[in-house]
């Protein structure tokens, strides 16, 4: 299984950017997939996936600014990331659960006037 994770850049307060993230190999389903972040000092936290059963949970963070999303025919999951705030700056990093944790390398997303 490899994740390619892509779209991150550049963004001011407010803006707005859209990563993706295309599986490859036997995932079976999208399902227990996901985006993480990592901030410099950080550690690494959930900010939005797609359950075990289909569903999506956010972190409280992040609610009603940013959107998972998935297109199974491409394998790919979509984080939709709107009103970004200073404090959204991170190493995006998708996720995928199988018999194992399964990372994609991260694509970095900096929120800066």
């Known amino acids: 299984v490899q994740l390619q994770a892509s779209g991150g850049g550049l963004v001011q307060p407010g803006g707005s950017l859209r990563l993706s993230c295309a599986a490859s190999g036997t995932i079976f389903s999208l399902n227990n997939m996901g985006w993480y972040r990592q901030a410099p000092g950080k550690q690494r936290e959930l900010v939005a996936v797609?359950?075990?059963?289909?569903?999506?949970s956010y972190a409280d963070s992040v609610k009603g600014r940013f959107t998972i999303s998935r297109d199974n025919a491409k394998n790919t999951v979509y984080l939709e990331m709107n009103n970004l705030k200073l404090e959204d700056t991170a190493v995006y990093y998708c996720?995928?659960?199988?018999?194992?944790?399964?990372w994609g390398k991260g694509t970095l997303v900096t929120v800066s006037s």
């Open positions: 797609f359950t075990s059963v289909g569903s999506t």
């Open positions: 996720k995928k659960r199988m018999n194992m944790d399964y």
